[in-house]
């Protein structure tokens, strides 16, 4: 499957063309397709995160584009307009920074710093200025003389940074940098690399299966499954518009009911679930004819709570009859489970004078849910 060739990355570089292009790369593991004929770009600039999960091609695809992997087959891969598709990774201006670290345990802070400039031929007093300028990017100058040992979680993980930035390469590849952190610390980092991202102004390309982690950090999202990409755009787009149930399951919507498609009009779809007539906005690409199984993807923090015995279609509002489920207490909310006539419904409740003892229905607004497609059978 192709990528769109522009991001958002891409619109604030003074030269449009991508700094990135792979063109039909399939990649295989015996009888397993990891990458399936897929095409990408990446803007000057841009921080662009490839989704999935495990198993869906992104490492497989990101090891193709650092030269990691030789890839089956290969329309091309270039880098800044160059063909890099025979040259090894060593020789291509992107450098990758992996899940753990792989830091040399033998060698202090500034050795490993240094490594990929001494075997470029740097001379040793570059080297130094070098490696203390890519240390004050990553906040950790004192740390040039230490050994790896002495380093926490997080400090290891920005010396990783520093290293793979001390070539001043054209693309940063980082592959899940931030999985062997904790839940803080993964938090803190996100902040340090979209802080880096603004300062250096290079293409990040970046590895996660992690949903917040995309969300917060990227221009633009791919998501793959099955080495195919399935949906990609700004990270909006994937949150509120999914092309299809997977991707709205994937991105997290609580509320996946199915039913049967109406009609299309102006953007708005209508569709029958039970005996119940819900609206949304059609995300699922062109329309597909009425009676088109479809599905209805609901964010629980959209879904209110009333008591209010009214049902039915109003004012482009969704209401449903209901009874009161399970509640568990989550700290900054509640998740709340209803009981309706077409299933249950989750609602999330962040202010507690929302949360009704004695509800009797509950409804969200057409233009804060997406209409979409079911699951492909050969996604």
Not at 209 to 229: F, K, P, Y
Request: overall charge negative; some cysteine.
């Amino acid at each position: 499957m192709t990528s769109s060739e522009a991001g958002a990355g891409g619109a604030r570089a003074a030269d449009d063309s991508p700094v990135l292009s792979v063109q039909n790369a399939t990649h295989q593991f015996g009888s397993l397709v990891a990458v399936d004929d897929v095409s990408i770009t990446a803007g000057r600039g841009e921080f662009l995160t490839l989704l999935g999960e495990s198993g869906s091609g992104k490492t497989t695809l990101l090891r193709v584009i650092a030269g990691l992997e030789r890839p089956t087959q290969l329309g091309g891969i270039f880098i800044e307009g160059q063909d890099v598709s025979a040259v090894p990774a060593s020789r291509r201006n992107c450098t990758t920074v992996f899940q753990h670290y792989a830091l040399f345990p033998h060698m202090s802070v500034g050795q490993n710093i240094e490594y990929g400039l001494r075997v470029r031929g740097v001379s040793l007093s570059e080297r130094r200025e070098r490696a203390m300028e890519a240390l004050n990017l990553v906040r950790l100058p004192e740390t040039y003389d230490r050994r790896v040992h002495q380093l926490s979680g997080g400090e290891r993980q920005r010396i990783s940074l520093a290293r793979a930035l001390v070539t001043r390469p054209a693309i940063l590849l980082l592959d899940e940098p931030l999985g062997a952190l904790d839940e803080k610390l993964r938090v803190d980092m996100q902040v340090e690399l979209l802080d880096l991202h603004r300062k250096l102004g290079i293409t990040f390309i970046y590895v996660t299966h992690s949903q917040e982690e995309a969300l917060t950090m990227s221009d633009r999202i791919i998501l793959m499954r099955n080495g195919n990409i399935v949906q990609e755009g700004p990270p909006t787009d994937l949150f509120d518009r999914p092309g299809n149930r997977f991707v709205a399951d994937f991105m997290g919507v609580e509320n996946l009911l199915e039913g049967t498609l109406e009609a299309v009009s102006g953007g708005r779809a209508s569709v029958r679930v039970g005996d119940h007539e819900l609206g949304g906005i059609w995300s699922g690409g062109d329309a597909p004819a009425a009676g088109t199984k479809v599905c209805v993807a609901v964010r629980a923090e959209r879904v209110r709570l009333s008591n209010e015995s009214g049902e039915g279609r109003e004012d482009a509002v969704n209401r449903l009859p209901c009874r009161a489920g399970i509640t568990i207490y989550k700290g900054k909310y509640v998740d709340r489970t209803l009981d309706t006539d077409i299933g249950a419904v989750k609602a999330r409740i962040w202010d507690h004078e929302a949360d009704l003892a004695d509800l009797t229905s509950l409804w969200w607004r057409d233009d804060e849910c997406a209409v979409t497609l079911m699951e492909a059978e050969d996604s």
